[in-house]
């Protein structure tokens, strides 16, 4: 009975010391901003902020719904890759009857984005005239 007693207060404390062991989470900072598309502000949609460095360090991307071409969310501090999507259903499956979805916006904004936004204060606006 005593060595079950030790066996579970030992394991206790060594979850507890790999808990401790945690990196900090890094700073975070509100962005937002208006997305237009041929002059008009984007109905709806999905703004992402990425960044290589990031993803080294495990951090996933950053992403937030665009509604009536407005965003807002909080990213880490420094350059991103921003990637702009809107999709939107083009037909149905013969069989299945699911919807069959097509990427609005172009390839340079999304899958090939060159779009970047620096990050670094409390409070950041990005627009995106696309």
Do not use: W
Not at 75 to 90: A, Q, R, S, W, Y
Not at 111 to 124: G, H, P, Y
Request: charged fraction near 25%; hydrophobic fraction near 40%.
């Amino acid at each position: 009975m005593r060595s079950v007693a030790l066996s579970i207060g030992l394991l206790a404390l060594a979850t507890l010391g790999c808990t401790a062991a945690a990196e900090p989470e890094e700073p975070r900072f509100q962005v937002s901003g208006v997305v237009t598309l041929d002059g008009k502000p984007l109905d709806a949609g999905q703004i992402i902020f990425d960044s290589p460095e990031q993803a080294a360090k495990g951090i996933p991307p950053v992403m937030a719904e665009i509604q009536a071409g407005k965003y807002s969310l909080s990213v880490p501090e420094g350059t991103k890759t921003v990637k702009i999507t809107h999709m939107v259903e083009v037909g149905k499956e013969e069989i299945t009857g699911d919807p069959i979805m097509k990427e609005e916006i172009p390839a340079k904004y999304n899958r090939n984005s060159k779009l970047t936004a620096q990050v670094d204060k409390k409070e950041n606006t990005e627009n995106f005239d696309l």
